[in-house]
């Protein structure tokens, strides 16, 4: 058995030291809002936190975390969807399909993180993600509307079915 540290709880699994993070956290640990695309560490959609840094899981061999690692993933990230990056995608209607979106959220906490003002520079180097819906320009308005804090500056308009817009 190993222990490992996920959303802050310490839960023991049995997994061989190769297995994948993604199949940890999907498969012994049930968290399956942890998506997985490609398995080469191309696509992002299994991305996570391992210590705070954006990861793919599907690239990480359990035995390679260090036995102080914390590990958050999307259903770490708020109880209720509450994050102010959660709230930003929900708001500017990001998700299409939705498949690659948990990956898409862990990537924009981390880099908010790390930079709370990022560059477009930036926002380039760490959304590497990819969506085969297309909804880079909503992600990137996303991270904008969260930087602001004021989702009519967020650079792009929405316009809902009701009529209305935000
Ligand atoms: S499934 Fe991990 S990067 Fe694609
Ligand atoms: S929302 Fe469908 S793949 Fe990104």
């Known amino acids: 058995m190993t222990q490992i540290n996920v959303n802050n709880t310490v839960r023991s699994v049995d997994a061989e030291a190769d297995t ?34 954006a990861t793919r899981s599907c ?18 990230l708020s109880a209720d969807g509450s994050h102010p990056v959660q709230k930003a995608w929900a708001a500017l209607d990001v998700p299409q399909c939705g498949f690659c979106q948990s990956g898409m959220i862990m990537a924009a906490t981390a880099l908010l993180r790390e930079k709370s003002h990022p560059t477009e520079a930036d926002i380039d180097a760490a959304m590497t993600n990819i969506c085969r819906c297309g909804s880079y320009n909503r992600v990137r308005a996303a991270i904008h509307a969260v930087v602001s804090g004021k989702l009519s500056d967020a650079g792009l308009k929405i316009q809902h079915v009701d009529g209305s817009s935000t």
Do not use: F
């Open 20 to 53: 994948p993070l993604l199949w940890v956290i999907r498969e012994q640990l049930g968290l399956t809002g942890t998506k997985y695309g490609c398995g080469m560490a191309l696509c992002g959609a299994c991305t996570v936190h391992v210590d705070g840094v």
């Open 59 to 76: 690239a990480i061999p359990l035995a390679s975390l260090n036995a102080t690692a914390k590990v958050v993933t999307i259903e770490g």
